[in-house]
């Protein structure tokens, strides 16, 4: 098997666990579809502003959450946001970790905020280095000369 | 008649090309297809999904998935515009208003609730909205209905889902024009505008000459004046159909259009037509007006809408002015009769005229005075207009718009003899010798508008559109009817207040003061004055005949001659139509001279008014005299024409009516008579009276129980 051959397994094969272990859904699907000539970097480039905006809110909420009296509004108010950019790229995990984060907040619980502001954090980790992983393996291969597969 | 054939044919071109015009989100026929140049507006305050969102948008749009260089934050460009900031989004929706098709809105924005931009937008810029948002509970989605969202979408976002948008924003349009209108005819700004350009160049073209290029910058001017007054009334009341404010300047373009269309039926409606007949006046309809009838197309509203091209106005505005002003008219010529409008449209009323074969209007209605009691004047208009009656003091609202108008009639073209490039009135067998004469002389005081000159013998005052009457208006109307009255009973010629200039003439309820130019371009008001009559210009009933730009350049001149009457009204084109009594005051068959005069005052001759004259003139023969009550020699009370009474000189009766006409000036004349030819020749226009009179007959049965009810309201 050629190098390119393998390389492209490996991506599909990466792409699919990172299906199944529900890191990324369906929308990252249509990330990818978006992705064409006109914007050959359009998957990294949306990921890119998605890490951004989710350390940003993350630190914020973390300020928030460290307050006397945490203002469970605000609180509220970016991990509605979080919940919006993290579905709309397809990253689940992280979407999911804000629905019960929303549950925290409007319950004031700020013991379970906290918790799951922590879990964002790791999730954000897991899927960025997954996420780089992946855009890894796809410059490999259309260095080899070959394309990215379109997922199905 | 083949000009207005062209103008109308032209005026039907642009109309068409309505249809052609489209809306880039309109384009219906693309089916499975996103509309491309659909111009797009998100908000997000999630670069993120704000970024999708273009990329999704741009690929919708173009298909090919082109994507946008626009990565700054309200960086116009064609197709998908992204703001992360509300605030942004509303300054570029208000800068450039009418570019974005639809906005796409986050719910949740630190600078601005979502809502809250939906609901601006909504109300300036009557854009369609989505929502969006993470939240998809049935709460929130709740929410963005009532706040007016025309769809909520839930992210994460489909590109599915936003291939679809196009829909709102051709289901918004289709509501909109369908609310009233049922035809389903898809218009949008763009196309009225692009349609009233066609207008205002087919104007130019048919007037031909500097006098219709001046009104048709005006018209344009105006039009578009009013253009951005209607689109700023309609905006703010987004959400609901907003109440059309029918201000003189579209009214204008409502008689405009109306004459341009040729109304047939309201021909039958127009008030000199009608007033003839009541007065049982022989009418003579030029055989020009004849074919024109014949060929003129529906004027029906959905027409006129177009015609009109005023954005922001439905069909169902129009369809509701139309009968208004259908009402109007049909109380006008109840009016006119009461008031012995007879006198102004005879200028010599014989009372021996000869019985109307149209019917005869029982005026036995009238009241003792012979006055239409102001309170009927006033609820008359305010009928009409919906407005308010208003105080009995009548002011000319705009006198600006007077000079304006007079001040066009300078520029338009004198043309001697022929009714301004019209045929012309015609005066019947003892009148006619006057005629040419008076016409010119008609003409000069057209002409020279700004300035009234005082020799302008059978000068019909400027005429001023009779307008939309309301309170103001049949205030005035009372007064100039009153005035009449006295001046008729006087039996002699007041003086004539200083022709020219003079707008202060009040306006008489009937004037539309039409576009300024084209108010008082008709100048040819008709100066029905009778020199004879101590006629009071208030009575003049002016027709303006003016409005050039209007491309109905038919002059419909009528006589109406009535053994020694010869009234010769020169219908203006909408909104410049005066009727200046003819004599008023005496009928005095034995005074051609002045018969010649009277009728020549009677002529509106406008120019070439591309709007309609009113027929009313020149009927011959198919009016009988109702009764010399009818004919009772009460000055012609002026049909809306307030004009502070001024005695008129004999030979300047005319100049009385100028002033009278500059009153005139904004008020709404409902006179929608097609210009027409006069015809000269008796025999030929009775039997067009004939078949004319006809459906007026028939129409007009009720006309007793009008005045009836005229007097009840």
């Known amino acids: ?83 919006g950019s993290s579905s709309s790229i397809g990253a689940a995990r992280i979407r999911n970790v804000c629905i019960a984060f929303k549950t925290f907040c409007e319950g004031q619980n700020r013991e379970g905020c906290l918790r799951c502001l922590q879990q964002v954090n790791h999730e954000h980790a897991q899927l960025k280095a997954n996420l780089q992983s992946l855009f890894t393996l796809e410059r490999q291969i259309v260095a080899a000369g070959g394309s990215v597969p379109a997922m199905q | 008649m083949a000009t207005l054939q062209r103008v109308a044919s032209s005026l039907s071109t642009s109309a068409s090309s309505y249809g052609s015009c489209k809306d880039a989100g309109a384009d219906v026929t693309v089916s499975d297809q996103f509309p491309a140049g659909l111009r797009v507006l998100v908000v997000d305050d999630d670069i993120t999904c704000l970024r999708l969102l273009e990329k999704m948008l741009c690929r919708c749009l173009y298909h090919d998935g082109t994507d946008t260089t626009n990565r700054e934050r309200g960086f116009y460009r064609e197709g998908v515009t992204t703001c992360s900031q509300a605030t942004a989004a509303l300054k570029l929706l208000r800068e450039r208003k009418g570019y974005f098709d639809v906005v796409l809105s986050d719910v949740h924005m630190p600078d601005m609730d979502g809502f809250k931009l939906l609901e601006l937008v909504g109300l300036e810029m009557d854009l369609p909205v989505i929502m969006m948002s993470a939240d998809g509970r049935t709460s929130a989605v709740m929410r963005g209905i009532r706040h007016g969202a025309c769809d909520y979408l839930i992210k994460p976002i489909r590109e599915e889902e936003l291939k679809n948008i196009w829909q709102h924003v051709i289901r918004k349009k289709w509501n909109e024009n369908k609310e009233q209108e049922h035809s389903g005819s898809f218009e949008d700004n763009d196309c009225y505008k692009q349609g009233n350009d066609d207008i205002e160049n087919a104007s130019s073209v048919n007037e031909g000459g500097e006098e219709g290029v001046l009104k048709g910058q005006k018209k344009r001017n105006i039009a578009k004046e009013e253009d951005d007054n209607e689109l700023e009334n309609d905006d703010p009341s987004a959400s609901k159909k907003p109440r059309v404010v029918w201000s003189v300047e579209l009214h204008q373009q409502f008689v405009c259009a109306v004459n341009q269309l040729g109304i047939d039926s309201t021909i039958f409606n127009d008030p000199l037509f009608l007033i003839a007949r009541k007065l049982s006046l022989r009418v003579t309809v030029s055989f020009a007006q004849r074919n024109f009838l014949a060929t003129i197309s529906e004027a029906v509203p959905k027409r006129i809408l177009e015609l009109m091209n005023v954005p922001g106005l439905t069909r169902e505005n129009v369809a509701s002015h139309l009968q208004k002003f259908r009402l109007y008219l049909k109380r006008l010529s109840g009016v006119a009769q009461q008031g012995g409008i007879s006198n102004t449209f005879c200028g010599l009323m014989d009372s021996n005229v000869k019985v109307n074969p149209f019917g005869r209007f029982d005026i036995q209605t009238l009241d003792a005075s012979g006055q239409i009691p102001p309170q009927t004047l006033a609820a008359l208009h305010a009928e009409l207009f919906g407005r308010p009656t208003g105080s009995l003091v009548t002011t000319v609202d705009q006198p600006a718009l007077l000079q304006a108008s007079m001040q066009g009639l300078k520029c338009i073209p004198v043309e001697h003899g022929v009714a301004f490039g019209q045929p012309l009135v015609k005066c019947q067998s003892n009148i006619s010798k006057h005629f040419p004469r008076n016409v010119i002389s008609f003409e000069d005081v057209a002409s020279g508008f700004g300035a009234w000159p005082s020799n302008s013998v059978g000068t019909v005052g400027p005429s001023s559109n009779l307008g939309g009457m309301n309170g ?242």
Do not use: W
């Open chain 2, 472 to 713: 103001q208006n049949s205030n005035m109307l009372m007064d100039i009817l009153q005035q009449q009255k006295q001046q008729q009973q006087s039996q002699q010629q007041s003086p004539l207040s200083e022709p020219s200039r003079s707008i202060n003439v009040q306006p008489s309820c009937l004037v539309v003061p039409s576009q300024s130019s084209a108010t008082f371009q008709a100048g040819n008001s008709p100066a029905s004055v009778d020199h004879n009559c101590s006629y009071n210009r208030s009575a003049m009933i002016d027709y303006s005949l003016l409005s050039p730009q209007l491309n109905n350049s038919s002059l419909n001149i009528g006589q109406i001659s009535n053994g020694d009457l010869k009234t010769t009204g020169v219908s203006g084109y909408s909104g410049s139509v005066s009727i200046t009594p003819l004599s008023p005051c005496s009928v005095n068959p034995d005074n051609t001279s002045q018969q010649g005069r009277s009728s020549t005052m009677a002529i509106q001759v406008g120019r070439q008014l591309p709007g309609f004259v009113p027929n009313i003139s020149n009927f011959q023969g198919s009016y009988s005299a109702k009764s010399s009550e009818v004919l009772d020699q009460r000055p012609l009370r002026n049909l809306g024409f307030v004009g502070k009474c001024t005695s008129i000189p004999s030979r300047l009766a005319v100049d009385e009516f100028e002033s009278t006409m500059s009153n005139l000036d904004h008020e709404k004349i409902y006179m929608d008579i097609s210009g027409n030819k006069v015809k000269q020749e008796p025999s030929i226009e009775f039997v067009d009276n004939a078949r004319v009179g006809i459906p007026i007959l028939q129409q007009l049965p009720p006309s007793p129980s009008d005045l009836m009810s005229v007097f009840t309201e």
């Open chain 1, 1 to 83: 098997m050629d190098v390119l051959s393998q390389l492209q397994r490996q991506l599909a094969d990466f792409l699919a666990s990172l299906y199944r272990e529900g890191f990324v859904d369906d929308q990252f699907t249509q990330l990818q579809k978006l992705q064409d000539e006109s914007s050959p970097d359009f998957v990294m480039e949306v990921v890119s502003l998605f890490f951004e905006d989710c350390e940003k809110l993350v630190n914020n909420m973390a300020k928030v959450l460290e307050q006397q009296v945490v203002d469970f509004k605000q609180v509220d108010s970016h991990v509605h946001q979080l919940k």
